[in-house]
């Protein structure tokens, strides 16, 4: 009877309860897999083991976020928040709690003042559509977040969000200037009413603790003309490992300007199934290629980077160069959720002190151990910007010191074993990753939020977590800042109702 008593209890929250019923899913409803299917991006959590919210909310305005806040409390439900699904650990959808899930996919509007440099994005937008509705307005603008188009601006915000432009102007979240939230009493707050300690924890402390944010507004950044691409490609025949060794040295020395990433996978080479590992320096450079070449030339001879290798483009093609298309429509980065979902588990470190060669030949050696093309590494420059904002600015404590940061991936198909295959992947990449340890920053081991790794700690699924438990994962996540995180929860959700298996907790539990 709980949902019939929550619909009821909906309506009467809601400033209008004829639209309300029409946004609501429940099992029953023939439409509520597909709702909830359709953003689910890691292909481990869509199976009908995974448990299920007991209704799902897709609001349309305000008050229905607020009706649904309200309503969840009296009833003793949990809430989770999804906007763009892209969670690594499906928090937005799962729980092991009797739950609600509130789908911010209808608040998706974008106003882009192009006289201000400013926009309004409401959570449920994905990036892709951000970046077309900021091109479409001004091809002199642009917003340095994540390469992947259908991330949700709600999670990815939360959480920092970093792209091709982050050496240059920082996170996404470092370009956040106002918001408006929902809180536990299901108040709408603004930048001026929550406060800047409120305001400070909800651009990077990780989504789900604090509220449902409905929309930021963002500082639009300066875009060149012209920026131009490369990805170069090389194999352990061809000195790969000797180029990174150098690309870890000078990395985060480069010009603002200049982004390189590293994507590192193991291929068979030959007909006997000799292994290689293959990197791929994937760049963009904010300006025109001539200026990339005396660049490269000067700081980073060893690429041998040719005028061949380059193309010059717009940054909004650069956009669906990097998220990997290819003589698409610029349409397509209006595309709601991804066609190439995969089942995946992903770890994070940081690099303070360059890997020596001998730590990069362990890791080609158990890159060789697991199938070709599973493994992935990404590995991306700090510095510049990134350096130069102090560690407690935002709730995201990487920044100065911080070399690069490793994205490690595993992920497989349906044709490679679908979910029963996980426990050896996810095997695997647990074993990489303490290989990793002795390489990597400590005390703590340094970790991306928007990187959601439960393997590092999680709180309670029932009951409290105190503060110790919490700071096993939370310190790893935020540093020191977590004490402030902490801080700010006890003073605006005290009972905990935000949360889930990585959210805050306030001082009492
Ligand atoms: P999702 O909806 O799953 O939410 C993530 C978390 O935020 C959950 O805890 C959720 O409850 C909470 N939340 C969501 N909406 C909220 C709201 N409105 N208010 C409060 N809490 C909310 N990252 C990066 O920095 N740069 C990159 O380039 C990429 N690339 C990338 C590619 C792919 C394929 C994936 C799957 C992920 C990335 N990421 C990334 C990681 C990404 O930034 C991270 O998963 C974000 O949290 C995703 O935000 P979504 O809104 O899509 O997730």
Redesign the pocket.
Known sequence: STPMNFLQCLSLHSENATSIFNLVYTPINSSYSSVLDITI?NLRFLTPFAPKPLLIVTPLRVSHIQAAIICSRRYGLQI?????????EG??YLSEVPFIMVD?VNLRSITVDAEDETAWVQ?GATLGELYYRIAEKSKALGFPA???PT??????F??????TMMRKYGLAADNVIDAQLVDVQGQLLDRESMGEDLFWAIRGG???SF???VSWKVKLVPVPPTVTVFTLVRTLEQHATKLLIQWQLLGNKLPDDLFIRVILQSLNSGPNGTRTMQASFNTLYLGGVDALLDVTRSSFPELNLTREDCTEMSWIESVLYFAGFSGEPLEILLNKS?NTKVFFKHKSDYVREPIPESGLEGMWERFFEEDEGVPLMIWNHYGGKMGEISESALPFPHRAGVLYKIQHLTSWTDAEGGNEAAPKHVSWIRSFYSYMAQYVSKSPREAYI???DLDIGTNNVIGNTDYKQASVWGKKYFKNNFDRLVHVKTTVDPGNFFR?EQSIPPFSF
Not at 80 to 88: N, P, V
Not at 158 to 163: D, M, V
């Open positions: 991006q989770r928040i999804r906007s763009g699904g892209h969670d690594y928090l937005s911010m959570s994540g390469v992947c991330i949700g601006v709600g999670g990815h939360s959480g920092g969000g970093y792209g990780g989504g789900g509220g449902v944010v991804s928007n990187y959601r889930h």
